[in-house]
């Protein structure tokens, strides 16, 4: 299987060829902690000990680089543990690190919780403004991290045109791809060093497991990224990799159906007189809409809105839906919302980062349209 294949292709084929054994078109669920070996240092196919490698998560390591273009790939047990491998392979104390001012509240917390303490210095900064990240680069800085879009407030930041500024800054670039998906957009061939995912959300796709995972190009920075997601342990299980990796299957079809309802439930609050404002980059008058039509090729199923009658209506709005769920995380079929001020971003709140109270954040899923937004009707009143 080679990446000049289809993208559905690749995520129903890519490391996942018939078991040589049995013929079995699934790959298998390896579920051992070791393995056999024919004499000392007589390793089969590589494996020794599940922490170092597993088949099971070797094919969907396998499978999430053909669809990022990438040549290699790392699963973690979740999308921090990712984030966190990342910045501890290519950065040390003193270092520096550039993060969006409306990053995930989880990559706020870690940088500003975490990593401080150990050393590393982190600014916030709008990336959408490129003379803003260029005046925040420092000697000491070592990565930009950009999300794209942002959660929640959906902003967008141009891809390569922050590529052109790690290269200058003799630094990395890391994206957080988890809105977008491979599916809608692919960071690395926009001149990205890192990709980064929350394999929970979209590419998992049915809410039952939780992940993460980084895809790279570059040799010598796999190499880096091996040593430290054995060296840290933090990867996913055997039945984790395998959820993971039935999930990408259908991540095509399931994010066509994500835009086009992201894209309905759109109109409809564009129109509606309780809300002040609509959040989405598929919106013509969105100042991120021009990159974001250069570099995805949809919009994605995330939507925000913000209440004219504020934080109390925002939280009546919450309250009366029953086909949107409301609960933490985003990207599975279901549709969920959530007030992002007093749950997934409760940890900014008195930061830089923190989120609006009357802000609403919604995960379109793939219910039928008209269901959808006969509820959100029903709940804005």
């Known amino acids: 299987m080679t990446n000049a294949a289809g993208f559905e292709t690749l995520a129903i084929h890519a490391g996942q060829e018939p078991d040589a054994a049995t013929g079995a078109v699934a790959v298998p669920i390896y579920q051992t902690s070791t393995y056999k070996q024919d004499g000392v240092g007589g390793l089969r196919g590589g494996y020794e000990y599940s922490r170092s490698a597993n088949p099971t998560r070797t094919a969907l390591e396998t499978c999430l680089a053909a669809l990022e273009a990438g040549t290699h790939g790392f699963a973690f047990a979740s999308g921090l543990a990712a984030e966190a491998a990342l910045v501890q392979a290519v950065c040390g104390p003193g270092d520096h690190v550039i993060i969006p001012n409306d990053a995930y509240g989880g990559t706020y917390r870690l940088f500003a919780r975490v990593l401080e ?74 001149g990205a060093d890192v990709v980064v995912h929350s394999t929970t959300k979209y590419i998992g796709g049915h809410s039952d497991v939780v992940g993460g995972a980084l895809v790279v190009r570059d040799d010598a920075l796999a190499e880096t990224l ?43 609050l564009a129109g509606h007189r309780a809300v002040e404002r609509v959040l989405y980059p598929g919106l013509r008058d969105s100042p991120g809409y021009p990159v974001a039509s250069k570099q995805m090729r949809g919009f994605g199923g995330m939507v925000s809105f913000l209440l004219r009658d504020g934080e109390q209506a925002a939280l009546d709005v919450c309250a009366k839906t029953e086909l949107f769920t409301l609960g933490e995380s985003l990207g599975g079929v279901e549709s969920l919302i959530e007030h992002p001020a007093r749950m997934t971003h409760a940890s900014v709140a008195g930061s830089p980062l923190q989120v609006p109270p009357e802000l609403v954040r919604l995960s379109v899923g793939i219910e039928t349209i008209d269901d959808l937004l006969a509820d959100l009707t029903h709940a804005l009143g």
Not at 172 to 179: E, H, Q, S, Y
Not at 232 to 238: C, E, H, K, Q, T
């Open 226 to 268: 091996t040593f430290h997601q054995n060296a840290l342990g933090g990867v996913p299980g055997p039945f984790d990799s395998w959820l993971v990796l039935r999930g990408a299957k259908t991540l095509g079809v399931r994010m066509d159906r994500h835009c086009s309802n992201a894209e309905r439930v759109v109109e409809l």
């Open 117 to 190: 303490r150990w050393g590393l210095a982190y600014t916030p900064v709008w990336l959408g403004d490129l003379d803003q990240v260029r005046a925040a680069i420092r000697p000491q800085t070592r990565l930009l991290w950009c999300e794209t879009p942002t959660n929640p407030l959906l902003g967008i930041a141009d891809i390569a045109a922050l590529a052109e500024l790690a290269v200058e800054a003799e630094a990395l670039l890391a994206v957080d791809n988890t809105f977008a998906t491979p599916y809608l957009q692919q960071p690395l061939a926009l």
